[in-house]
């Protein structure tokens, strides 16, 4: 948090930003489905894969900001087992610039102390960028700060059946199958539950993101398409974030309850 208000200019929007946010009450994983490329480039009469391409610069900020606000982990959703069906030139594209991000990214992710790890089906991606993501993973390995964490040939319940799947490998009786059980099968087993899902570009889907991960995650849908969301944004959708009253299935207490649980005591 001190990082982000160091590196921000005092007056400006972004610090005025940062300096209402609650220190206290940070989310500890942010997921992010990020929305709009397409769009973005649309507007523009440009091709799609420009849209893609700004979208990178995006990243780049949000992984930033992130890692100065001390956030725990980051799930970006960049490539979903659906988007296979996308135009192979465009499916290409996104694969260079993955490719591209992880290779010029590599020693700045280093000096910010970001951890890189992938969750998805990463063996049906193509070789040269598993072979990139393991370089950028191996390296980042040790590193104690933010863990970005990129879903790639991923959908939740792709996931969900790879769970099962191990579960019903290892010989567990059925009978002994809990939730945590389901947990500890999960491509997230090591990362904190989202606290936070943003969306942008105003859709509100989930897209087969994160499934069982987000029982409990607040929703906030930006209507910022991805290659314009920036720092400002992700602060605005903290805000937003720490205005929410969190229950996880519960009741807050009336001040009625309260008092009467004071007259028991
Ligand atoms: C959705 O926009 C975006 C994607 C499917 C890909 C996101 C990828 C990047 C931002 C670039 C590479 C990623 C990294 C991590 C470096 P859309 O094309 O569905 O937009 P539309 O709904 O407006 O068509």
Redo the contacts with the bound molecule.
């Keep these: 948090m001190n990082a982000l208000l160091r590196a921000l200019k005092p007056g400006t929007e972004e610090w005025i930003l940062a300096t209402a946010l609650n220190p206290t009450r940070m989310p500890r994983h942010i997921a992010v489905i990020?929305?709009?490329?397409?769009?973005?480039a649309?507007h523009r009469h440009l091709p799609?894969i420009a849209?893609?391409k700004s979208?990178?610069d995006?990243?780049r900020e949000i992984v930033e900001s992130c890692a100065r606000l001390n956030i725990e982990a980051l799930t970006?959703?960049?490539?979903?087992t659906e988007?296979w069906k996308r135009p192979g030139l465009e499916v290409e594209a996104?694969f260079r610039?993955?490719r591209l991000?992880l290779r010029s990214e590599l020693s700045t992710l280093r000096e910010n102390n970001v951890r890189l790890t992938a969750i998805g089906r990463i063996d049906g991606l193509p070789p040269s960028v598993q072979t990139e993501l393991a370089h950028v993973m191996d390296l980042t390995a040790a590193n104690t700060g933010l863990r970005l964490n990129?879903a790639l040939n991923y959908s939740g319940r792709a996931e969900l059946v790879d769970a099962v799947r191990a579960i019903a490998a290892s010989g567990v009786p059925a009978s002994e199958i809990n939730e945590e059980t389901i947990e500890r099968h999960l491509y997230t087993r090591d990362l904190p539950q989202p606290d936070l899902l943003i969306r942008t570009?105003g859709?509100m889907r989930i897209s087969n993101f994160l499934l069982w991960q987000i029982a409990y995650t607040e929703l906030v849908v930006s209507p910022t398409?991805?290659p314009d969301f920036r720092c400002r944004h992700l602060l605005e959708a903290l805000l937003e974030f720490q205005r929410r009253e969190r229950r996880f299935g519960g009741v807050e207490p009336t001040l009625d309850e309260a008092s009467a649980g004071l007259a028991l005591r």
Excluded: P
């Design positions: 990020m929305d709009g490329n397409g769009r973005w649309g799609r849209g893609h979208g990178v995006s990243v970006l959703y960049a490539f979903s988007n996104l610039l993955l991000y990129l570009s859709e398409l991805w």
